[in-house]
């Protein structure tokens, strides 16, 4: 009887940015499933799993970004990086918010990609 070869995909090597958040947490569970390498950057991690390189740094600076994509690429050359990292501090109307509050915003959500 003909065995097909089976198709074995390569290890992914993905970093993932605000793993440890809700959407995080499934996307990253997703890709430790599917067998790839995965180093998460999140705050606060509780109980990381053991198959996950977990960290936490500050992305919103250009060093915290950098370390984290050296860290990610330390043993192999990165496949993907899923930008899940974002939040909000507003809550008042644009004009009355301070302008701290916006940089605060631009700094999490557009700079650190």
């Excluded at 995909?9 to 499933?33: R, S």
């Excluded at 390498?37 to 950098?66: F, H, N, Y």
């Excluded at 990086?81 to 959500?109: M, S």
């Amino acid at each position: 009887m003909f065995d097909p070869p089976r198709y074995n995909p390569p290890i992914m090597n993905v970093l993932i940015t605000g793993a440890t958040g809700g959407l995080g947490t499934a996307v990253t569970a997703a890709f430790l499933q599917s067998g790839a390498a995965v180093t998460g950057v999140g705050r606060g991690w509780r109980d990381p799993k053991p198959a996950i390189r977990a960290l936490e740094l500050d992305l919103s600076t250009a060093e915290g970004a950098m370390e984290a994509v050296r860290a990610a690429s330390e043993d192999a050359p990165l496949d993907a990086v899923v930008h899940l990292l974002g939040g909000f501090g507003g809550g008042q109307a644009v004009g009355e918010d301070d302008p701290g509050v916006w940089k605060q915003q631009f700094d999490i959500n557009l700079f650190s990609a």
